[in-house]
């Protein structure tokens, strides 16, 4: 039988060198994983649903059988959007955008409700159209071009630089949304 060593002062326990090699190796691990690893969150159309989902199967079968455009929807600030330079600001924009090629459609407070005291008062004209803080209203843009469809990014660039064109001081310029 082996006699049990004294640890004196100046000598160090044999476990200390296993400590030691073991947290070099998790540093080593650590920074390999961080080296090769890509950690960058990604957010595609499997993100939320898989493919093989029964709902979004559902749900792409009837946008095959019954196939739409995209909505766009420009978000319009001001300080007082009840105004009538703000009105025939927004109905001049309005009337550009429907004379857009490929717009199907556009509803804003200038094309929709009767004028901005009717689409306060209509709880489905203030939903879709005025902003909570009422400092923005929206302009709906309805398009043929759909987000699967190639052209889409080329009519999306094209749209875009339309809006930049057509938009007139007096307004913010507008956010936008796709869906």
């Known amino acids: ?37 890509d950690l960058t969150p990604r957010v595609d159309q499997h993100f939320f649903f898989s493919s093989d989902d029964p709902q979004l199967q559902e749900s ?11 909505q ?33 459609g556009v509803r804003s407070l200038a ?16 939903r879709l159209l005025i902003a909570e803080n009422h400092r923005s209203s929206n302009v709906i843009v309805l398009t043929r071009e759909t987000r699967r469809n190639d052209s889409f990014r080329r009519w999306n660039a094209s749209f875009t630089n339309s809006i930049a064109t057509i938009f007139e001081s007096g307004l913010q310029a507008p956010r936008t949304w796709w869906r």
């Not at 082996?2 to 002062?9: E, G, M, S």
């Not at 600001?89 to 309005?94: D, E």
């Not at 094309?111 to 005291?117: E, H, T, Y």
């Open 111 to 126: 094309d929709g409700p009767k004028d901005f005291g009717d689409a306060q008062a209509s709880p489905f004209w203030s």
């Open 60 to 70: 792409n079968t009837i946008d095959r059988r019954f196939p739409s455009g995209s």
């Open 1 to 37: 039988m082996q006699q049990p060593r004294a640890v004196t002062a100046g000598s160090k326990p044999s476990g200390s060198r296993a400590h030691w090699l073991a947290l070099a190796a998790a540093v080593v691990l650590l920074v390999l994983v961080y080296a090769v690893v």
């Open 72 to 104: 766009l929807i420009l978000s319009v600030s001001s300080s007082d959007i009840s105004s009538e330079r703000y009105l025939d600001k927004l109905r001049q924009l309005t009337g550009r955008i429907a004379a857009i090629r490929s717009v199907t």
